[in-house]
Nanobody, 123 residues
Framework: QVQLVESGGGLVQAGGSLRLSCAVS????????MGWFRQAPGKERDLVAA????????YYANAVKGRFTISRDNAKNTVYLQMNSLKPEDTANYYC????????????????WGQGTQVTVSS
């Protein structure tokens, strides 16, 4: 069973930075694709960034390209989301997710989920 625990959310002013972490337990971390989704109230859960299990392929939503960076440390079973130049529209609950091997862009294709961490960006 794969378990995911997010940390690093909080309140930040526009233009600031946060780094989210997702600690993963379970035997298959190194072969899982990892992703970060976000969901604002009344909106769908959307993929923000993802990284393939090999680390050589990444995906970013257009809204965050050039500002967010996803990375993984297989030795620590941890995936990170570095968020720079934050905007009020980045405010949402951010979820870490895992699925076998490859990246998929829709939430229902991901197998495992964390509880989420709130990110609030003030203007």
């Amino acid at each position: 069973q794969v378990q995911l625990v997010e940390s690093g959310g909080g309140l930040v002013q526009a233009g600031g930075s946060l780094r989210l972490s997702c600690a993963v337990s379970g035997p298959t971390f190194s072969t899982n694709a990892m992703g970060w989704f976000r969901q604002a109230p009344g909106k769908e859960r959307d993929l923000v960034a993802a990284i393939k299990w090999t680390g050589d392929n990444t995906y970013y939503a257009n809204a965050v390209k050039g500002r967010f960076t996803i990375s993984r440390d297989n030795a620590k079973n941890t995936v990170y989301l570095q968020m720079n130049s934050l905007k009020p529209e980045d405010t949402a609950n951010y979820y870490c997710a895992a699925r076998p091997y490859t990246i998929r862009t829709t939430a229902d294709e991901w197998s495992y989920w964390g509880q989420g961490t709130q990110v609030t960006v003030s203007s």
